[in-house]
């Protein structure tokens, strides 16, 4: 059964930082690309960055490109992503979700229960 | 404003069929797979529907889609109460490098 766990979301005020992590089990994690998807309060879903399976190849929505980074740890069967000068929009619930291939460009298919991220002075 | 576009809602009673359609351009629906979730309130989503008219093990033959160009349509048979949440088109844009979604569709079980 392929389960993910995401940790590290809480209240953060704006411009500080926070670092999510997304623990996988029940697949081979090496052998597909991740992403972090996100979900503002009573809004859709907006895919935030991805990664492939190596870490060769990674993405970011324009929205988040500069402040946050994405990386994995095919040893550890993680993900994180490190989210720098937070801001009021960045507020949201993250979801770790696996992607249905090897490479990034591709779309989604398991979902964790995603973790809260509050940004609030 | 979501890159793919989809109805807000649509409705039916119980044992009826509705259709969902979702919008895109030749840079994402018209060249890669459309995933479709649904997404009961206060859950994760969950994957419905994989390149393009998969379903993944579990889910009921009631739930079906195609694409056909730029569009795709989810399209959910002998509707039942449980059937009642918001369901997500999704696929990757490649012109923007980015994934997208659609912007929702809530469906109501009359």
């Known amino acids: 059964e392929v389960k993910l766990v995401e940790s590290g979301g809480g209240l953060i005020q704006p411009g500080r930082s926070l670092r999510l992590s997304c623990e996988a089990s029940g697949f081979t994690f090496d052998d597909y690309a991740m992403h972090w998807v996100r979900q503002r309060p009573g809004k859709g879903l907006e895919w935030v960055s991805g990664i492939s399976w190596n870490g060769g190849t990674i993405a970011y929505a324009g929205s988040v490109r500069g402040r946050f980074t994405i990386s994995r740890d095919n040893a550890k069967n993680s993900l994180y992503l490190q989210m720098n000068s937070l801001t009021f929009e960045d507020t949201a619930l993250y979801f770790c979700?696996?992607?249905?291939?090897?490479?990034?460009?591709?779309?989604?298919?398991?979902w964790g229960q995603g973790t809260q991220v509050t940004v609030s002075s | 404003q979501s890159v793919l576009t989809q109805p807000p809602s649509v409705s039916a009673a119980p044992g009826q069929k509705v259709t969902i359609s979702c919008s895109g351009s030749s840079s994402n629906i018209g060249n890669n797979f459309v995933s479709w979730y649904q997404q009961v309130p206060g859950t994760a989503p969950k994957l419905l529907i994989y390149e393009n008219n998969k379903r993944p093990s579990g889910i009921p033959d009631r739930f079906s889609a195609s694409k056909s160009g730029t569009s795709a349509t989810l399209g959910i048979t002998g509707l039942q109460t449980t059937d009642a949440a918001v369901y997500w088109c999704g696929t990757w844009d490649s012109s923007l490098s980015v994934g997208v979604f659609g912007g929702g569709t809530t469906v109501t079980v009359l």
């Open positions: 979700v696996k992607g249905s291939e090897l490479v990034v460009a591709t779309t989604a298919d398991y």
